[in-house]
Each structure stands twice: as structure tokens, then as C-alpha cells.
């Protein structure tokens, strides 16, 4: 067992974001530790390759942190993007877990059954819809509280998300007040601004999930026109 153990721990390090058993390893965060969203910690573990594996095994795990002075797993339920959020800490390493179902560099989210990319670069509604799609993709469905309250904690997570407002799916472009996603099924779930939906323009057809200026912290819905600008996200279906 010992064996084992060793040659999993010995495995190759030469790329800057590499794959390891069920997960990726991100260089940049080496020598980094996050001490937010942890939903749980294990001991004595020889090296990361088997924090990973432990990862694998909790559903609500995402990533994790392997402190190596420790000997420590710390599994997290978001997916780190800003190495400048975190604190110095000698000997850390950091891995995404990956299933295979979702590509390098997208949130997998098992519990909810979510594969999605944040793309924080602002583009109209249009150009945004049409990157999406190119991959055989769509704007991120928000369908329940449990994802409304997953896509806020995941996007507040890092500071290169938290700048952002971003087109979610959701229109009622067809019909003024009937709001469909991207395949026609009726909306079940809103998670709106006081004051809205106005339905006051038909222009006004289109959902971003917006910061509140009295709470950076919360995401909550507006409608927006096409031509406006914003963040986005490309969700996969899986």
C-alpha cells in the first residue's frame, strides 16, 4: 500500500496546469491557501494526487487544497480563479476536480448537475449568444434557488468574477411577460431586483444577473436589451 501511495504522489509535474488522476493541478496557486468556502477538511494524507481522490468521493466537492505541512485536504464547493484572493502559505497545492465531463477551466458542479465558463470580458447579448453556441453551448440556467444561491457563491468566489454582471438564460422576447428559456420551457424559478420584471419595453427582453450597489454580495435579476453589454455564461449540457 505504502507503494502505492508513493508512486501516486510521484507523478509528473512539468506543465503549468496539469492533469492528475481526476483532477488539475493549477501551478499558480502553489504556495497559496484559500480559507474560504470549505465544506470539509482531512488529516494525515501523504500528498495531493489522494486529496483528489477524496474529492472525487464528496459530491459537493469542487476543488481542493492539499497543505503539505500539514498533511491536510481542505475540499472547497467553488472553483478558485484569483490566486491574489488567497494567503501565502508554503507548500500548498491546488487541483479542480475533472470527471471528463466538462473541459478544462469550466465549474463542475455534480450536486446540481451544472458545467459552466464564466466569460468576463463585457460583450453585447448577441455576441455573447453566438460565442456560447459556437461550442454547442447556452447561457446558464438558473432554474432553482439551490443554482441561484450556487451561482452567487461561485461568482463572488474570486475577484476576477466578482466585477462582473452577467447574461444568464431567460427571455420573454415571443411573448412580453412570458419569460421562456433558451428550448422554450416556461421559467419556474425568478430571482429578481425589487422593481422588477417592469415589462415596461418590449425592447427589455433579456436577463442579467446583476451586483446590488447596496449588496456586492448578492446577484439578483433585471432585464436588459440585446445591444447592452455585459459578462456572460456558457453553461454545457451534460
Not at 449568444?129 to 450556487?150: N, P, Y
Request: with cysteine.
Amino acid at each position: 500500500m505504502s507503494l502505492k501511495l508513493l508512486l501516486l504522489c510521484l507523478l509528473g509535474r512539468a506543465t503549468s496546469l496539469m492533469r492528475s488522476g481526476f483532477g488539475l493541478k493549477w501551478t499558480q496557486f502553489d504556495n497559496i491557501i484559500m480559507s474560504k468556502n470549505i465544506i470539509s477538511e482531512v488529516s494525515d494524507v501523504h500528498c495531493g494526487k489522494r486529496c483528489v481522490l477524496q474529492c472525487l468521493q464528496n459530491d459537493g466537492c469542487i476543488s481542493v487544497f492539499y497543505r503539505r505541512q500539514h498533511r491536510r485536504c481542505q475540499f472547497h464547493d467553488v472553483l478558485f480563479m484569483s490566486p491574489e484572493d488567497g494567503e501565502q502559505e508554503t507548500g500548498t497545492e491546488y487541483y479542480s476536480l475533472t470527471t471528463g465531463i466538462c473541459p478544462t477551466h469550466y465549474v463542475q458542479n455534480r450536486l446540481l448537475n451544472l458545467c459552466y465558463q464564466f466569460h468576463t470580458v463585457t460583450t453585447s447579448y448577441d455576441d455573447a449568444l453566438a460565442d456560447c453556441t459556437s461550442r454547442g453551448e447556452h447561457f446558464m440556467v438558473i432554474d432553482s434557488e439551490d443554482k441561484q444561491t450556487h451561482f452567487v457563491t461561485q461568482s463572488t468566489s474570486s475577484k476576477v468574477t466578482a466585477k462582473c454582471s452577467y447574461f444568464i438564460d431567460g427571455s420573454d422576447a415571443a411573448n412580453e411577460g412570458q419569460w421562456e428559456f433558451h428550448d422554450g420551457r416556461p421559467m419556474p424559478f425568478f430571482a429578481w431586483s425589487p422593481g422588477f420584471p417592469a415589462n415596461a419595453s418590449s425592447s427589455l427582453d433579456y436577463i442579467i444577473a446583476k451586483k446590488l450597489v447596496t449588496n456586492g454580495s448578492a446577484y439578483l435579476w433585471t432585464e436588459r436589451a440585446r445591444f447592452h453589454s455585459n459578462c456572460y455564461i456558457c453553461q454545457r449540457d451534460i
